[in-house]
């Protein structure tokens, strides 16, 4: 059972960049990774993910502006964000499935099995 916990989230001006990063407790290659993030109110959006082969894949609603990137030796994954915008305002979770590669996709809540609290990002206009 692997534990998850970002960290990097703050209130940015728009256009700016931000690195959020989720630390992990377990060998992060032995696991789906993925990036998710939250409004207030709404459903939980899949933005990124990367499989134990290395593979990384998006939405195609963000893709562009969001790298998800990992540091095996670090057991953490990173999302770099640029060009904010206000819209991205959301709290932001990592989450881990142990899910093959051939069927890491960028998904829904309900095909990630650990999550960690999140890092709420505020983008000012």
């Known amino acids: 059972q692997v534990q998850l916990k970002e960290s990097g989230g703050e209130t940015v001006q728009a256009g700016g960049s931000l690195r959020l990063s989720c630390a992990a407790s377990?060998?992060?290659?032995?696991?789906?990774m993925a990036w998710f993030r939250q409004v207030l109110g709404q459903e939980r959006e899949g933005i990124a993910v990367?499989?134990?082969?290395?593979?990384?894949r998006y939405a195609s609603t963000v893709k562009g502006r969001f790298t998800i990137s990992q540091d095996n030796a670090k057991n953490t994954l990173y999302l770099q964000i640029n060009t904010l915008k206000p819209e991205d305002t959301a709290r932001y979770y990592c989450?881990?499935?142990?899910?093959?590669?051939?069927?890491?996709?960028?998904?829904?809540?309900?095909?990630?099995?650990?999550w960690g609290q999140g890092t709420q990002v505020t983008v000012s206009s």
């Open positions: 990367v499989g134990s082969d290395g593979v990384r």
């Open positions: 989450a881990a499935d142990e899910t093959t590669a051939d069927d890491c996709y960028v998904g829904t809540y309900g095909d990630f099995g650990y």
């Open positions: 377990d060998t992060l290659s032995k696991y789906c």
